[in-house]
């Protein structure tokens, strides 16, 4: 006990100091490998609390730091071993695991490094390259440095297991940027914020990016900030009184928006409880307001919080001001007419829910999902042909685009993250009803109608047989296929002749050859459905009678079940985009609108008819 011994290794040089197998005191390991490995452990009692110096770390059992060489000086988040340590992005860590390295360098620095040498490493900044930092951060160096706080400042808050290695990844990015901006948050000194004429950002209540994304939303409407001004005081019953409320909280917030020189405000939670919790909630629940939010802002869905806004201030405007903007309507036709019901019926709608499929790749697509003709069940046994078309189309369009589906194989509900490309103008003429047009033009539209009907049909059953051919069956093939060359190698080191022949009867290369004939063909088809993909738009491409621009897109990043909101909008007064992240407001070009450089993608679409696109400008004009 106690003796020290001097090791030498093949790639490096320690010295180990051992204080009895079963005491909890520090002792240090040397591996003569190459890399010059060093372990820092506590005995058997906390035996598996170790920091690995060379290749890979592990605290805990499971939390690791990576590091390639066996100098102390980048003992935490360097770079990976040659034998495959653990790069930082792929773990992140946590701040126990940057204190228990910090540790380890202290205690290994009294046996290889003079104090001095100790102290200059402690002041700088653990993680050595910035793009550790970035994959830390979970974003790129394209990233504006207003943007990157805004996702810093979220998951941060959402990660408070690593809200000080985080800080130390923001502070190396501030470092390599020589950013001004970044080191004054670091500091602590407040922002300058948007310039005047500038919309105000809002601050975060807690998991109510939904909320301040919707709020932005309708106060770029300038019929809702006029019906809420005018909202009367006086309540027919309970559920009238929550709808005034909420009008006079958003009116006092929009007049604020529009005159404060505060460049973020704070909404008030009153008016974030009315937004959010129905009336049914507090009849249901014997429970302060305090609960009843916390069970909604966990992750609320934005479509839901809009939803429940916009019923509370139909109640509360009058004339049914606040509805008729988003109030369309779609007429379904069964065919053949079911026994007892009518052939066509009509059905309002206040948002437009589409499916992002693996083949939708532009908003047409994504609206086909929702204005299609499909084959419905019908009385348990007979199938139906039903169609949907546009009757009428609203001033303000609202798009939901549905990314959550649930992954049979995962088991688990995913988010589909593919970008959905947003023209500026969308054309609805092609989902309009042919009996809601002029007489004069019915004919070409039906004419039209007719031949689209038929290119989505040949179009989709060329999908159909792509899917097949690229499924479950091919996927087996070339599992099996390479698995058996694994086989064959085998055998053939270990002059295995039975096994030789064997699979010289059934030789991978045939396999090998029908799975590229599938995936050839599967390709050939690919090519055929898009061609008719081409001939679709080319259908539609002079039918421009009904044009919608591109006005607001609310952005989500993250997964299925958590992440952040935010929303980008068009001010059509200046022609030009902002998004407005909680408290970072700032503008963007157009090609940022939809394709994020964070990760975010497109949730909620809104399309303004361009006749009436005046009515969506800046709280501030």
Same mark, same amino acid.
């Given at each position: ?39 820092? *452990? ?20 499971? =939390? ?48 290889? @490094? ?10 700088? $900044? ?13 974003? =790129? ?70 909320? =301040? ?13 006029? @019906? ?111 026994? *007892? ?17 693996? *083949?939708?790749?532009?908003?047409? #697509? ?5 204005? $299609? ?6 009385? $348990? ?90 499924? #479950? ?16 190698? @085998?055998?053939?080191?270990?002059? *295995?002749?039975?096994?030789? @022949? ?65 929303? $980008? ?5 200046? =022609? ?46």
């Amino acid at each position: 006990d106690g003796d020290e011994l001097t090791h030498r290794g093949q790639g490096g040089v320690g010295r180990v100091a051992h204080r009895g197998q079963g005491a909890a005191q520090p002792f240090l390991t040397t591996q003569g490998q190459a890399g010059g490995g060093l372990h820092l *452990d506590r005995g058997e009692a906390v035996a598996h609390q170790v920091v690995e110096l060379s290749g890979q770390a592990e605290a805990l059992g499971r =939390n690791r730091l990576g590091r390639g060489d066996a100098d102390v000086e980048g003992l935490v988040l360097g770079d990976p071993a040659p034998g495959g340590g653990q790069q930082v992005g792929e773990y992140h860590g946590t701040d126990e695991d940057l204190r228990s390295a910090r540790q380890a360098l202290r205690t290994v620095a009294q046996y290889h @490094a003079p104090a001095p040498a100790l102290e200059e490493r402690e002041r700088r $900044n653990p993680i050595q390259h910035p793009d550790d930092a970035y994959q830390l951060l979970q974003t =790129n160096a394209d990233v504006d440095d207003a943007l990157l706080l805004v996702g810093y400042q979220v998951y941060a808050a959402e990660s408070h297991a690593r809200s000080e290695l985080l800080r130390v990844a923001l502070e190396r990015v501030a470092e390599a940027r020589h950013s001004a901006y970044l080191l004054r948050f670091l500091r602590g000194e407040a922002d300058t914020g948007p310039a005047h004429d500038m919309p105000r950002g809002l601050h975060n209540l807690g998991n109510t990016c939904y909320l =301040n994304s919707l709020l932005q939303y309708l106060g770029f409407i300038a019929p809702i900030r006029d @019906a809420v001004h005018r909202a009367g005081t006086e309540a027919k019953s309970a559920e009238h009184q929550r709808a005034l409320s909420l009008a006079h909280e958003l009116d006092a917030l929009f007049r604020d928006m529009a005159t404060s020189k505060e460049w973020a405000l704070t909404p008030r939670k009153e008016l974030a409880y009315l937004a959010l919790v129905p009336l049914a909630w507090e009849q249901a629940y014997a429970c302060s307001k305090d609960e009843l939010m916390s069970q909604v802002t966990t992750q609320q869905d934005v479509c839901e919080c809009l939803g429940n806004m916009t019923t509370l201030l139909d109640q509360a405007c009058p004339s049914d001001e606040v509805q008729r903007l988003f109030l369309g309507t779609s007429i379904q036709t069964l065919d053949p007419p079911p026994k *007892d019901s009518p052939r066509t019926t009509e059905q309002t709608f206040t948002s437009v829910p589409v499916t992002l499929l693996p *083949d939708v790749r532009s908003m047409y #697509d994504a609206l086909d999902t929702f204005f $299609n003709d499909e084959q419905v069940p019908w009385d $348990n046994e007979a199938r139906l042909q039903r169609r949907i078309t546009l009757k009428q189309a609203p001033p303000l369009l609202q798009i939901h685009v549905q990314r959550v589906q649930y992954d049979r194989k995962a088991q688990r509900i995913v988010k589909h993250q593919a970008a959905l490309d947003l023209p500026d103008t969308l054309y609805l003429d092609r989902y309009m009803d042919a009996s809601c047009a002029p007489p004069e033009r019915f004919d070409a539209l039906h004419t039209l109608h007719e031949r689209t009907l038929a290119l989505r049909r040949e179009r989709a059953a060329l999908l159909e047989q792509v899917h097949q051919l690229q499924g #479950d069956e091919l996927m087996a093939l070339e599992r099996i296929t390479r698995r058996l060359n694994v086989w064959k190698h @085998a055998a053939e080191q270990n002059q *295995d002749t039975e096994w030789h @022949a064997l699979l010289n009867e059934h030789a991978p290369s045939e396999l090998e050859s029908v799975s590229l004939i599938m995936r050839a063909k599967a390709q050939a088809l690919t090519t055929q459905a898009d061609a008719l993909h081409t001939d679709l738009e080319t259908l539609w491409s002079e039918e421009t009678h009904l044009p919608y621009r591109l006005a607001s897109v609310c952005m989500h990043r993250g997964e299925a079940t958590h992440g952040h909101y935010f929303v $980008n909008q068009r001010d059509f007064a200046k =022609n030009e985009w902002m998004t407005l992240n909680d408290t970072h407001v700032a503008p963007i070009t157009e090609g940022e609108v939809s394709k994020d450089p964070t990760g975010a993608t497109s949730y909620l679409v809104v399309y303004v008819r361009q006749d009436v696109q005046h009515i969506l400008s800046s709280p501030r004009h």
